[in-house]
Nanobody, 124 residues
Framework: QVQLVESGGGLVQAGGSLRLSCAAS????????MGWFRQAPGKEREFVAA????????NYADSVKGRFTISRDNAKNTVYLQMNSLKPEDTAVYYC?????????????????WGQGTQVTVSS
């Protein structure tokens, strides 16, 4: 059974930085695509970033390109999201997700496992 636990959220001023972590249990982490998503109040959940099994391929939403960086440490079963130059519109609950069916991010892929989320609030 896969469990994903996010941490690192909090309150930060606009222009600041946060690093989110997602610790995964189970044996499939190192061969899975990992993704970060977010959901703001009253809005649908949206894709933020994804990373291949090796870390060699990453994808980002246009809204975060150049500001956010996804990375992973397979030895620690952990995926990270470094968020810089944060804006108030980045305020949301951030979720990590795992897709053990593929090793490289694919358009329209469906993630099988989800964490409980961590709140990120950016004040103006």
């Amino acid at each position: 059974q896969v469990q994903l636990v996010e941490s690192g959220g909090g309150l930060v001023q606009a222009g600041g930085s946060l690093r989110l972590s997602c610790a995964a249990s189970g044996r499939t982490f190192s061969s899975s695509v990992m993704g970060w998503f977010r959901q703001a109040p009253g809005k649908e959940r949206e894709f933020v970033a994804a990373i291949s099994w090796s870390g060699g391929t990453t994808n980002y939403a246009d809204s975060v390109k150049g500001r956010f960086t996804i990375s992973r440490d397979n030895a620690k079963n952990t995926v990270y999201l470094q968020m810089n130059s944060l804006k108030p519109e980045d305020t949301a609950v951030y979720y990590c997700a795992q897709d053990p069916k593929v090793m490289v991010p694919m358009l329209g892929q469906r993630y099988d496992y989800w964490g409980q989320g961590t709140q990120v609030t950016v004040s103006s």
